[in-house]
């Protein structure tokens, strides 16, 4: 079966434009979550959708946008890059009940990898 | 807030030795899940195991054990007999039973197994 997966892997931008990453889940899984990690550090939270709904938000500006698709695919949009938006966007998809209780642990995809310069 | 410490930024050890990766955290949660994930050079990050806090049992798995006190808010990990192939940033983390699945992570602990 197929893991999470990213596109594109890598990507380099300049600072003011805009970037969209894109994240398909393990198959079943129904909810979709990105982090941040800036290199050196643990992965920041940024959003995390479930059933094309957002579930959570973390400290980002609003710069920081995310959807779901009716195919629990996801996008995640960065307007207005700066410098600090330099990092790797790491997505994680994951199970929940209809409780809204996960059924189990995230699974991580491999990464993109934007540099801003 | 919860709040994840790996104060071990770097680990070497040579190859066969036993080496305990230190987590503590904090949250005034009572239900939460706590986790280890690998992260080799490749970037993506591999799960290793889940917690839940009403289960204190420590547990193994081949190589691997971990140790859960939640009277310390401790979750340690413990590698027995390194190899070369462990070598990684190792992250702790944790998540809160409801609500979003957020996992706040430690800062990573960089492990080197020299041969």
């Known amino acids: 079966d197929a893991g999470v997966t990213q596109s594109p892997t890598h990507l380099i931008k300049t600072r003011g434009q805009h970037v969209t990453l894109r994240c398909s889940p393990i198959s079943g899984h129904k909810s979709v979550s990105w982090y941040q990690q800036v290199l050196g550090q643990g992965p920041q939270f940024i959003f995390q959708?479930?059933?094309?709904?957002?579930?959570g938000r973390g400290n980002f500006p609003d710069r920081f946008s995310a959807r779901q698709f009716p195919n629990y695919s996801s996008e995640l949009n960065v307007n207005a890059l700066l410098l600090g938006d330099s990092a790797l966007y790491l997505c994680?998809?994951?199970?929940?009940?209809?409780?809204?209780?996960?059924?189990?642990?995230?699974?991580f995809g491999p990464g993109t990898r934007l540099t801003v310069l | 807030a919860q709040k994840v410490t790996q104060a071990q930024t770097e680990i070497s050890v040579v190859e066969k030795e036993d080496v305990t990766l230190d987590c503590v955290y904090e949250?005034?949660?009572?239900?939460?899940?706590l986790f280890w994930y690998k992260q080799p050079p490749s970037g993506e990050l591999v799960f290793l195991i889940r917690?839940?806090?009403?289960?204190?049992q420590n547990e193994i798995s081949g190589r691997y054990s971990w140790n859960f006190q939640k009277s310390t808010s401790s979750f340690n990990f413990t590698i027995t007999a390194s190899q070369v192939v462990d070598s990684a940033v190792y992250f702790c983390?944790?998540?809160?039973?409801?609500?979003?699945?957020?996992?706040?992570f430690g800062q990573g602990t960089r492990l080197t197994i020299n041969p």
């Open positions: 959708y479930y059933e094309k709904e957002e579930r």
């Open positions: 983390a944790l998540s809160l039973i409801q609500g979003a699945q957020k996992l706040v």
């Open positions: 994680a998809s994951s199970a929940f009940t209809s409780g809204g209780a996960p059924v189990n642990e995230q699974f």
């Open positions: 917690r839940n806090s009403f289960d204190e």
């Open positions: 949250t005034r949660d009572t239900t939460y899940y």
